[in-house]
């Protein structure tokens, strides 16, 4: 049902899934980066995106969005209420979720924001490291009207340096739908 609802949200607005040689069931889990990030439209795209491919996927937000009258609606489409009112270690929480799930693909946007950012946040990065897990790169690119999977990114002896330096050849401002609002440095 999801993989017919996400090729109609994408007819609907002229956008297209752009498939390559990544298949989700090959990689049980992952760390899904979302880039770049400078619209709520992102989201929309994304998710219409990874329903086509049939990815399991869940992204931490704020918990007020999975309570009350349309939380149910938001832990329909894969969403994990996190109370950022208390401290907590979220890269380890992260970590126990995909150490107790079987198959998982937790969603990031790496820049952290809609706006502006100076830098990358490293959270995405230590989540992946610590649980094991690669990194794949997912796209929505406006010029292009399209979105999809770029490449898979393996972590397990890299810097956080080395391994933004691999991933930074494949996002440009020319993708966002705010151009000005990305930054090709990453760090």
Not at 97 to 121: C, H, L, M
Not at 156 to 182: G, R, W
Request: aromatic share 14%.
């Amino acid at each position: 049902m999801k993989k017919v609802l996400g090729k109609i949200m994408l007819g609907l607005t002229g956008w297209k899934y752009v498939p390559n040689n990544f298949d989700p069931k090959q990689v049980r889990k992952t760390m899904l980066i979302c880039v770049p990030h400078t619209s709520n439209w992102d989201f929309y795209y994304a998710l219409a995106c990874f329903w086509i491919m049939g990815m399991p996927i869940r992204m931490f937000i704020k918990d007020y969005y999975t309570k009350g009258l349309f939380g149910f609606f938001f832990r329909a489409i894969g969403c994990i209420g996190v109370d950022r009112s208390k401290s907590q270690n979220l890269v380890e929480y992260a970590v126990n979720v995909i150490n107790n799930t079987d198959d998982i693909a937790i969603i990031n946007t790496p820049e952290g924001t809609r706006g502006y950012s100076d830098k990358w946040k490293q959270g995405f990065y230590h989540i992946a490291k610590s649980a094991n897990v690669p990194i794949v790169l997912a796209y929505a690119d406006y010029k292009k009207k399209a979105c999809g999977i770029i490449k898979l990114v393996n972590v397990e002896d890299k810097t956080f340096e080395q391994v933004l330096d691999e991933i930074a050849p494949h996002y440009s401002p020319e993708m966002a739908k705010f151009p000005e609002n990305f930054n090709p440095k990453l760090y």
